[in-house]
């Protein structure tokens, strides 16, 4: 079974075109000890150049760099001046039961790139999003609606109750740096955004 490592190493060698069985294992033994700590989109850059730097492969890695650094511009861009009342208070969970709260810094910053604020109490929340586990999940959402303190949050008040359908969403921090703001902007800024991930990467749940 692979590692996050493995899968996060695999995956943007994908996204630069190259081919895993052409790197000697050395540099790829190499490449699997780096263990980044990306939190922000100054972390995923330096990671990536630091991919195309080892594998000499400076001038793919550039083009994606570029691509990362141009879609998250046009989300800071369009929400630049969205103030903090605009901006809503985001609750995300890791699973219902028992219940565990999503503390991770990674997701803490895109939640911010994309225009919402986290928080990691209940009651504050204004969207709650969750991040699935397949069936079980729509199994346990009664009980998390009868939670005193997600009961009288806004999300419930509001119907805010979202649904991500892929359980490692934002789990391996760097993997779909693009795909998860994307996502998240959709939910937290509906008015300026739409990728397309509704209804494939998540979906809103119906309370009423």
Known sequence: MQSNQEKLVAHILDQL???SAAISVET??????GQPQIVDIDDMISYVKGIGNDLDASDKSAEFIEKIEDETNILIHKLKFISAIDRPKVLVLDQIEPLEINRSAYLHEAIKIAGGIPVTTESEADK??????????FIQLPKLLNTPAITSSKAIEL?????????????IPGYN?????????????PKYFVYGHEGNDWLQFQLN
């Open 159 to 171: 119907d805010q109750v979202f649904i991500m359908t892929d359980q490692q969403f934002a789990q």
């Open 28 to 33: 790829y033994n190499k490449l699997l000890s």
């Open 128 to 137: 709650i999003i969750v991040i699935g586990h397949g069936e079980q999940t």
């Open 177 to 189: 740096y693009l795909k998860e703001l994307e996502a998240l902007a959709e939910i937290l800024q």
């Open 17 to 19: 075109n190259l081919n």
